[in-house]
């Protein structure tokens, strides 16, 4: 589920070692609490989404993918180690972690998954729906 209109963004790792163009309307963003995202983020992970045609790599000098799962593969850079991207094999999506979109993104979290995963130092954020998450871990939304 897409929301909204079409449109161009850009982002980066944070060295700079990974930059992108993401042109899509884009989903709005989930936060994931699985232990995988945990891992992989030091927290939970706010993903947005778009088709993954409209995903261009401008720098991908340190761009690594590691298979996180039998389903999906997790981008980041080498680098740095900046979490950019997660993707099912089997999806024509890609989710982009919004941190690593430059502002502004005109995009909202507006809903959570897998909050039954949250580690115990901290409560998922309050205001923004749960939704039942049935499909292996990782922000596919």
């Known amino acids: 589920m897409k929301n909204g209109p079409a ?8 060295c700079g070692g990974v930059t992108y163009t993401a042109a899509g309307p884009f989903r ?3 936060a994931c609490h699985c232990g995988q995202c945990r891992k ?6 706010a993903a947005t989404q778009i088709a993954a045609d ?16 039998d389903a ?8 740095c180690g900046g979490n950019l991207f997660w993707r099912r094999f089997d999806d024509e999506n890609i989710s982009i972690f919004a941190g690593t979109l ?4 005109g995009l909202k979290m507006t809903r ?7 580690s115990d ?7 923004i729906p749960t939704v039942d998450q049935t499909k292996g871990g990782g922000p596919s939304g």
């Open 7 to 14: 449109r161009i963004l850009t982002g980066s790792c944070l």
């Open 28 to 30: 709005d963003v989930i």
């Open 72 to 79: 999906a593969e997790r981008g980041f850079c080498g680098r």
């Open 121 to 127: 130092y901290y409560s998922p954020p309050t205001g």
């Open 102 to 105: 430059d502002t502004p993104t």
């Open 40 to 45: 992989t983020s030091g927290h939970h992970v």
């Open 112 to 118: 959570q998954i897998r909050t039954e995963e949250a």
């Open 54 to 69: 409209g995903l261009t790599v401008t720098c991908g000098e340190t761009l690594t993918w590691f298979k996180s799962s």
